[in-house]
């Protein structure tokens, strides 16, 4: 069963056409990373399916209406951009969006999260007095305080550290094997690129990738070899088949020209210097998002010369 | 209705239960008061500096002879003197109480019969103010005694009257007041004389007469008839005014606050994390209600306060209790009114200053009552004042004053006010929402009203 879907959707604000054309399906109990750069057009989508905006044209189907209340109960949302009441206390805040949300479970499921999130001993303080990190805490559980039916998290990861990140991806992957729909928006490919069944790219308004992270992977093919070699870029670049490199410092990737012969980018390292490492791979979703980032930059901004070096 | 109620408890608790709404509680009748209480204390410590005042009384040629030839002697005193005296007689008399202590600065004059008065002595004297040598001068002319000048008063124009007042900034004061009164005593005196009357007959014949106010005769419950009470100040405007402004204080009290909710929900991006959980017409409505609910308290918490300060005071009687009821309708009214302008101006606005631009407009509509309250006072039952009590943000201020005044407002005008309030609430209560709406998710943008007017018709 879908918990969304949307058909040939779009939304302009003036002049400018923030979603077009936009077909995306996300089935229930899994998590759907939505992927874009800044002003594709994500959060104009999230705000479509939480009604707040009524689409130009197209439909907007969630669990299965068309035309459904902005504010449903059976979603959850945190924004990109969000805030608490300073003044108010760790815990009434929660309960506030639980009783806004209608939960009748709040209190037990208060404690649970407050527990898990090592707040416990913040809940009679004063929201101001948190740390940004632990606030952030409190807007996560804020959100899934209600268990809704469908989660939508707008950047969860945005400003988080590392211990952070991975109590919020374990949250997140908790959720799911709970029976939650997930949607989330990220500019971190490598978290999407974990954690998520499917994804679906947006650039500029227009899909230009979607379905499942295997697949879209599959597709892009095995095109990718990284390699620890003691030659220079260029000289990388001047072997037979290698189309662009990624520089990541300590390891380079290079992307391969179709129908290049790996075993003879193999002989050619070899043979032109002392090679650490060698690994044949699909690209990253890190890399898809540049390449299509990138072709979509170069067919209508900067006409780049084929060939070149990335990091 | 539940999230309705949720938000309108946290908005009630987040206004009420915080130490600045005490402190505004306290403050509030701090400040009415301080208007009252501070020109007391004032006049409690009243200025004791002696005046030095130069007198030149350049009217005697023409004045003398004038009396010469009604009386045939030459006996009259230079007005110039009668002044001095004047001055003399409030020196001793006038400006000390009972125990001998002044109560205000004497006035020491010194007089210079001139023929006519130089600019270049002008000038002098002028410098003389300058350095405080002096407090002022005054130029007296024969114009004072010619009864062809049409003025009312002596000394508001120099070259017509014949009487100047010079000084520095000194137009409003006491001194100027007293020369007013002083010269025009002396010189209607003259011109009595020249018409051959006696000042003393004159005088008592013009004694005013002091008409007392009385309110309405009405039934009392026996069927008898109830006399009429007097009308004094207290009830005739201090009482109005007083109600007037309480009520005005409480729609302000609540009003503001909800402009500054509303902006700090949408500045730190808490309105972004509401819109997943809740309608903007039902996050309005929940705050409204809040509101409406701060204000019940913080009357109720005064309406206790008053009434044990009418107990301990004796003023029992002078309550208005038919009034009670109309007050509390009309507050709830006005509180829902204002409220849901300023939380439209708190949506619209990205920042205190841009909410200051947008109020300028607003204020000019609201404030309006505080303009016409007085001429509202004075003749209730105008055209103005029954107009005005039709125009809902005007409503609640001047029906209270107008019932407070007057006995006598037609039951179609109270009803009447009722439903434009009612109406008027609601349709400013429907463009706030749909400006709320629109507003609450605009960022970095602050809308024209232009804007604001599409926002409202499209919605």
Same mark, same amino acid.
């Given at each position: 069963?879908?918990?969304?879907?949307?058909?040939?959707?779009?939304?302009?604000?003036?002049?400018?056409?923030?979603?077009?054309?936009?077909?995306?399906?996300?089935?229930?109990?899994?998590?759907?990373?939505?992927?874009?750069?800044?002003?594709?057009?994500?959060?104009?989508?999230?705000?479509?399916?939480?009604?707040?905006?009524?689409?130009?044209?197209?439909?907007?189907?969630?669990?299965?209406?068309?035309?459904?209340?902005?504010?449903?109960?059976?979603?959850?949302?945190?924004?990109?951009?969000?805030?608490?009441?300073?003044?108010?206390?760790?815990?009434?805040?929660?309960?506030?969006?639980?009783?806004?949300?209608?939960?009748?479970?709040?209190?037990?499921?208060?404690?649970?999260?407050?527990?898990?999130?090592?707040?416990?001993?913040?809940?009679?303080?004063?929201?101001?007095?948190?740390?940004?990190?632990?606030?952030?805490?409190?807007?996560?559980?804020?959100?899934?305080?209600?268990?809704?039916?469908?989660?939508?998290?707008?950047?969860?990861?945005?400003?988080?550290?590392?211990?952070?990140?991975?109590?919020?991806?374990?949250?997140?992957?908790?959720?799911?094997?709970?029976?939650?729909?997930?949607?989330?928006?990220?500019?971190?490919?490598?978290?999407?690129?974990?954690?998520?069944?499917?994804?679906?790219?947006?650039?500029?308004?227009?899909?230009?990738?979607?379905?499942?992270?295997?697949?879209?992977?599959?597709?892009?093919?095995?095109?990718?070899?990284?390699?620890?070699?003691?030659?220079?870029?260029?000289?990388?670049?001047?072997?037979?088949?290698?189309?662009?490199?990624?520089?990541?410092?300590?390891?380079?990737?290079?992307?391969?020209?179709?129908?290049?012969?790996?075993?003879?980018?193999?002989?050619?390292?070899?043979?032109?210097?002392?090679?650490?490492?060698?690994?044949?791979?699909?690209?990253?979703?890190?890399?898809?998002?540049?390449?299509?980032?990138?072709?979509?930059?170069?067919?209508?901004?900067?006409?780049?010369?084929?060939?070149?070096?990335?990091? | 209705?539940?999230?309705?109620?949720?938000?309108?408890?946290?908005?009630?608790?987040?206004?009420?239960?915080?130490?600045?709404?005490?402190?505004?509680?306290?403050?509030?009748?701090?400040?009415?008061?301080?208007?009252?209480?501070?020109?007391?204390?004032?006049?409690?410590?009243?200025?004791?500096?002696?005046?030095?005042?130069?007198?030149?009384?350049?009217?005697?040629?023409?004045?003398?002879?004038?009396?010469?030839?009604?009386?045939?002697?030459?006996?009259?005193?230079?007005?110039?003197?009668?002044?001095?005296?004047?001055?003399?007689?409030?020196?001793?008399?006038?400006?000390?109480?009972?125990?001998?202590?002044?109560?205000?600065? #004497?006035?020491?004059?010194?007089? #210079?019969?001139?023929?006519?008065?130089?600019?270049?002595?002008?000038?002098?004297?002028?410098?003389?103010?300058?350095?405080?040598?002096?407090?002022?001068?005054?130029?007296?002319?024969? #114009?004072?005694?010619?009864?062809?000048?049409?003025?009312?008063?002596?000394?508001?124009?120099?070259?017509?009257?014949?009487?100047?007042?010079?000084?520095?900034?000194?137009?409003?004061?006491?001194?100027?007041?007293?020369?007013? #009164?002083?010269?025009?005593?002396?010189?209607?005196?003259?011109?009595?004389?020249?018409?051959?009357?006696?000042?003393?007959?004159?005088?008592?014949?013009?004694?005013?007469?002091?008409?007392?106010?009385?309110?309405? &005769?009405?039934?009392?419950?026996?069927?008898?008839?109830?006399?009429?009470?007097?009308?004094?100040?207290?009830?005739?405007?201090?009482?109005?005014?007083?109600?007037?402004?309480?009520?005005?204080?409480?729609?302000?009290?609540?009003?503001?606050?909800?402009?500054?909710?509303?902006?700090?929900?949408?500045?730190?991006?808490?309105?972004?994390?509401?819109?997943?959980?809740?309608?903007?017409?039902?996050?309005?409505?929940?705050?409204?209600?809040?509101? &409406?609910?701060?204000?019940?308290?913080?009357?109720?918490?005064?309406?206790?306060?008053?009434?044990?300060?009418?107990?301990?005071?004796?003023?029992?009687?002078?309550?208005?209790?038919?009034?009670?009821?109309?007050?509390?309708?009309?507050?709830?009214?006005?509180?829902?009114?204002?409220?849901?302008?300023?939380?439209?101006?708190?949506?619209?606005?990205?920042?205190?200053?841009?909410?200051?631009?947008?109020?300028?407009?607003?204020?000019?509509?609201?404030?309006?009552?505080?303009? &016409?309250?007085?001429?509202?006072?004075?003749?209730?039952?105008?055209?103005?004042?029954?107009?005005?009590?039709?125009?809902?943000?005007?409503?609640?201020?001047?029906?209270?004053?107008?019932?407070?005044?007057?006995?006598?407002?037609?039951?179609?005008?109270?009803?009447?006010?009722?439903?434009?309030?009612?109406?008027?609430?609601?349709?400013?209560?429907?463009?706030?929402?749909?400006?709320?709406?629109?507003?609450?998710?605009?960022?970095?943008?602050?809308?024209?009203?232009?804007?604001?007017?599409?926002?409202?018709?499209?919605?």
């Amino acid at each position: 069963m879908n918990v969304i879907e949307l058909h040939d959707v779009c939304r302009s604000f003036g002049a400018r056409l923030a979603v077009d054309r936009l077909d995306l399906t996300i089935a229930a109990g899994r998590i759907h990373g939505f992927i874009g750069p800044n002003g594709s057009g994500k959060t104009t989508t999230i705000r479509m399916i939480l009604r707040v905006f009524a689409p130009d044209r197209g439909q907007v189907i969630v669990f299965g209406k068309e035309h459904g209340e902005v504010a449903d109960d059976r979603i959850g949302y945190l924004p990109e951009e969000r805030g608490l009441y300073k003044k108010m206390r760790v815990h009434d805040v929660i309960k506030f969006f639980a009783d806004l949300k209608g939960s009748r479970h709040s209190q037990a499921d208060i404690d649970d999260w407050l527990r898990r999130f090592s707040l416990a001993d913040r809940a009679n303080h004063r929201v101001e007095s948190l740390s940004k990190g632990m606030a952030q805490k409190v807007q996560f559980i804020a959100a899934v305080i209600a268990r809704p039916e469908l989660l939508i998290l707008d950047e969860p990861f945005s400003g988080l550290d590392p211990v952070n990140r991975e109590l919020f991806k374990d949250a997140i992957l908790d959720l799911k094997r709970g029976g939650m729909t997930v949607l989330f928006s990220t500019h971190d490919m490598s978290v999407a690129e974990q954690m998520c069944d499917s994804i679906c790219m947006i650039h500029r308004g227009r899909k230009v990738l979607d379905g499942p992270l295997d697949e879209v992977r599959r597709q892009y093919g095995e095109d990718t070899i990284r390699v620890r070699t003691g030659l220079t870029n260029s000289e990388l670049l001047r072997l037979d088949g290698v189309m662009r490199i990624n520089d990541l410092g300590r390891m380079r990737e290079l992307r391969m020209r179709q129908g290049a012969d790996v075993q003879s980018i193999l002989r050619n390292l070899v043979q032109a210097g002392p090679l650490e490492h060698f690994e044949l791979g699909h690209p990253t979703l890190h890399d898809i998002f540049l390449r299509i980032a990138g072709d979509t930059c170069a067919q209508n901004e900067c006409a780049q010369n084929e060939g070149g070096v990335d990091g | 209705m539940g999230k309705v109620l949720v938000v309108a408890r946290r908005e009630y608790l987040a206004a009420v239960a915080t130490r600045s709404f005490l402190i505004g509680l306290a403050l509030m009748p701090v400040l009415m008061g301080g208007g009252a209480v501070l020109p007391r204390l004032l006049t409690a410590r009243p200025d004791l500096e002696t005046k030095r005042i130069v007198v030149f009384d350049a009217s005697e040629t023409s004045r003398q002879s004038e009396a010469n030839e009604i009386d045939g002697n030459n006996q009259l005193e230079p007005l110039g003197r009668i002044l001095q005296q004047m001055a003399e007689h409030r020196n001793q008399r006038e400006i000390v109480d009972e125990s001998g202590r002044p109560t205000g600065p #004497r006035y020491e004059i010194d007089l #210079r019969l001139v023929e006519h008065l130089t600019d270049a002595l002008r000038l002098e004297q002028s410098d003389r103010i300058r350095s405080k040598e002096i407090f002022c001068f005054v130029e007296l002319d024969t #114009r004072l005694f010619d009864l062809s000048q049409p003025s009312a008063s002596p000394t508001t124009d120099r070259t017509g009257t014949g009487a100047a007042f010079y000084a520095d900034g000194g137009a409003l004061s006491d001194v100027r007041r007293w020369f007013d #009164r002083a010269i025009s005593d002396a010189v209607r005196e003259r011109r009595l004389q020249a018409a051959g009357l006696n000042p003393e007959v004159v005088q008592q014949a013009n004694r005013p007469v002091a008409v007392e106010g009385f309110g309405l &005769v009405e039934r009392d419950r026996d069927g008898g008839i109830r006399k009429a009470e007097t009308v004094d100040r207290l009830s005739a405007i201090f009482l109005p005014m007083g109600l007037m402004l309480a009520m005005f204080a409480l729609l302000w009290m609540t009003a503001q606050p909800s402009l500054e909710s509303i902006l700090e929900e949408k500045q730190l991006r808490i309105s972004e994390v509401l819109l997943g959980s809740i309608q903007p017409i039902q996050w309005m409505t929940g705050k409204l209600l809040g509101s &409406v609910l701060c204000s019940l308290t913080t009357l109720a918490i005064y309406a206790g306060a008053a009434l044990v300060v009418a107990w301990y005071l004796d003023y029992w009687e002078k309550i208005p209790w038919k009034i009670v009821p109309w007050f509390v309708v009309y507050q709830l009214l006005g509180v829902t009114l204002y409220s849901s302008l300023f939380m439209a101006v708190g949506a619209a606005a990205n920042s205190t200053k841009d909410a200051q631009s947008l109020m300028m407009p607003l204020l000019i509509f609201l404030l309006l009552p505080m303009f &016409v309250w007085f001429n509202v006072i004075r003749d209730p039952d105008s055209g103005l004042a029954v107009g005005l009590s039709f125009y809902p943000p005007a409503t609640p201020l001047l029906m209270i004053v107008r019932m407070m005044v007057s006995s006598s407002i037609p039951v179609w005008q109270s009803i009447g006010t009722m439903l434009a309030m009612l109406l008027g609430t609601g349709v400013c209560v429907f463009a706030a929402a749909r400006i709320f709406r629109i507003g609450i998710l605009s960022q970095g943008h602050t809308p024209s009203l232009r804007e604001l007017g599409r926002w409202i018709v499209s919605g």
